[in-house]
């Protein structure tokens, strides 16, 4: 079965495209950018802002989806600039505690909205 993930909590897409998907077990999270779901603003310059908003949305997709962080399988990360990786492995480590998904950081151009970091998912619900 094939739902789409629909919440409030989460920034609404800013494209053509779903905050997630239910695939029977697995749960797909689109990227999500650091943006505060009731204004669609950037949440701060920073990485710190933009990184916890970021991981706040996502977890509030999961969440709509009945997925906890816990399930999430593997993380893909993409930063602006790459000598934030260790200040976000620090913001992410706090995030996700002793669990630890798979995971991929790859630095990019640009973003859309001028962000400086995006942040997807996969979960599995078992």
Same mark, same amino acid.
């Given at each position: 079965m094939? /739902?789409t $993930?629909?919440?409030?909590?989460?920034?609404?897409a800013?494209?053509?495209y /779903?905050q997630?998907?239910?695939?029977g @077990?697995?749960? =797909?999270? /689109?990227?999500?950018l650091?943006? @505060?779901?009731?204004?669609?603003?950037?949440?701060?310059?920073?990485l710190?802002? !933009? %990184?916890r !908003?970021?991981?706040? +949305?996502?977890?509030?997709?999961?969440?709509?989806a #009945?997925?906890?962080?816990?399930?999430?399988?593997?993380?893909?990360?993409f930063?602006? @600039?790459? +000598? #934030? =990786?260790? %200040?976000f492995n620090a $913001?992410?480590?706090? =995030?996700f505690? /002793?669990?630890?998904?798979?995971?991929a950081?790859?630095?990019?151009?640009?973003?859309?909205? +001028? %962000?400086?970091?995006?942040?997807?998912?996969?979960?599995?619900?078992q």
């Amino acid at each position: 079965m094939l /739902s789409t $993930i629909q919440t409030q909590e989460a920034p609404a897409a800013i494209g053509p495209y /779903s905050q997630g998907m239910v695939a029977g @077990d697995l749960v =797909f999270v /689109s990227g999500q950018l650091g943006l @505060d779901p009731q204004t669609g603003a950037l949440k701060g310059q920073g990485l710190d802002a !933009q %990184a916890r !908003q970021a991981l706040a +949305n996502l977890k509030a997709v999961l969440k709509a989806a #009945d997925c906890q962080l816990h399930q999430v399988v593997a993380v893909d990360v993409f930063l602006t @600039d790459m +000598n #934030d =990786f260790a %200040a976000f492995n620090a $913001i992410y480590e706090g =995030f996700f505690g /002793s669990h630890k998904p798979t995971r991929a950081v790859v630095a990019v151009k640009a973003l859309p909205k +001028n %962000a400086i970091i995006e942040i997807k998912c996969m979960g599995w619900r078992q």
